[in-house]
């Protein structure tokens, strides 16, 4: 009986990567079709979240199952709740990249982006999926040092998203105002995004260490590294 207790633990566990990887390719889909104005490709994107979304209520049923039915305490409870939240994020990481799709959709045949903008959305896209999948290896590794890297990853996303609003602010803006409510939404979507990978390393922290992130220190950089 204990053995399959564990088995479900590790069970949720590979759901939760599964997760990861399939939020962070969605993403890095999303991000071509708003580019490349590809219709096929953002209605894919749209379709795939169904899987996100059935794969989250899956954990959800199996952590209250293993809840009613084994009352884990210390650190099996916190594996248990932490996985829930973590889920929660990664769910929630799957509608960021949908709402990307869909205004790939809604702009079709043209694209939301314009020209001089598409190497900035181009760079958080890519950022966004790289977090991601760093926040995939940190729920396989319980690797707390690389958790803790990624809160300081997510600073050069906070630059872009300054940058892109900076542009919009600027006086020699000319694409409109349909075009500058799509590209704040879109910047909204990448920032949020790769919160929720950052709260997903958290949560990680948490679950190795019982204690919060933002109460430990960030690992020092190794020069020459």
Do not use: C, N
């Amino acid at each position: 009986m204990r053995d399959a207790y564990h088995e479900e633990l590790d069970s949720i566990g590979e759901g939760l990567v599964e997760m990861a990887r399939l939020v962070g390719s969605a993403i890095g889909r999303a991000t071509t079709a708003i580019l490349d104005a590809d219709l096929k490709l953002a209605e894919s994107v749209i379709a795939a979240d169904e899987k996100v979304d059935d794969l989250q209520r899956d954990l959800e049923a199996r952590a209250i199952a293993l809840l009613a039915r084994q009352q884990p305490v210390a650190t099996d409870l916190r594996i248990v709740v932490t996985s829930l939240r973590m889920s929660a994020d990664l769910e929630r990481s799957g509608d960021l990249a949908q709402h990307v799709a869909k205004l790939a959709r809604l702009r079709f045949p043209e694209t939301a982006v314009p020209r001089d903008l598409h190497a900035t959305i181009l760079e958080m896209g890519q950022l966004a999926q790289r977090l991601m999948a760093k926040a995939g290896e940190v729920i396989i590794t319980k690797d707390v040092d690389l958790a803790l890297q990624l809160e300081q990853d997510d600073d050069a996303m906070d630059r872009l998203h300054r940058a892109l609003f900076q542009h919009l602010m600027d006086d020699r803006w000319k694409h409109g105002i349909e075009t500058a409510v799509d590209v704040t939404l879109l910047g909204r979507y990448y920032e949020r995004f790769a919160d929720h990978a950052v709260s997903v390393a958290k949560r990680v922290v948490y679950l190795v260490t019982g204690e919060h992130a933002d109460e430990i220190a960030p690992p020092t950089p190794v020069e020459g590294a």
